[in-house]
């Protein structure tokens, strides 16, 4: 088995459907007890964890490569471990979504296209040490920062989604499924 804090590099083993890379990832959340008695989720507020681009200037949800050795689902908890340095257990499959990636924008070949599968997973452990811990930042914030801040309109999306099913439950609905 490779050593847990190194990342998966290359594209050798990477998933293609047709033209598009298949990439997966996760948004990543907690409950954090906020102090506010008439909270509608009793005195718990939501958070997501985002990460910084690389260059340091945008949030985004962890997301990587998909591989032809894991299930998507494996794949999206690799990548969110990797990037973000958290585990947890995945709640929802959120969708799916089909973009270009900001690289190949004015291009007019058929590289770039990404298909993004995406999940809801609950954070039940964060790690002081990860495998990109010096090249990402990570930022727990609420979700309004969350939406204002995204870097991605389909990642923005993503949360919507995520949103929609985590106010269709309970917090404690969540931990026993």
Known sequence: MADELTARTGRQQQRYDNEYRLI????????????EACNVTMGQELEV??????DGMALLFP???????????????????EEAGVRGIIKKDLGCWDFRSKRYQ????LEGFHRAHMF????????????????RQRKWVTIKEADGKCKHDWMRQALHSCVTYLSSTQPSDQLMD
């Open 49 to 54: 964890l985002m990460i910084f681009s690389h």
């Open 63 to 81: 997301k990587g490569g998909w591989e032809n050795d894991e299930s998507v689902q494996e794949a999206a908890c690799r990548e969110t471990f």
């Open 106 to 109: 004015d291009d007019s070949s």
């Open 120 to 135: 809801a997973l609950l954070v039940t452990e964060q790690l002081d040490s990860w495998p990109e811990q010096n090249e």
């Open 24 to 35: 997966a990832g996760c948004i990543p959340y907690r409950y954090k007890e906020s102090g």
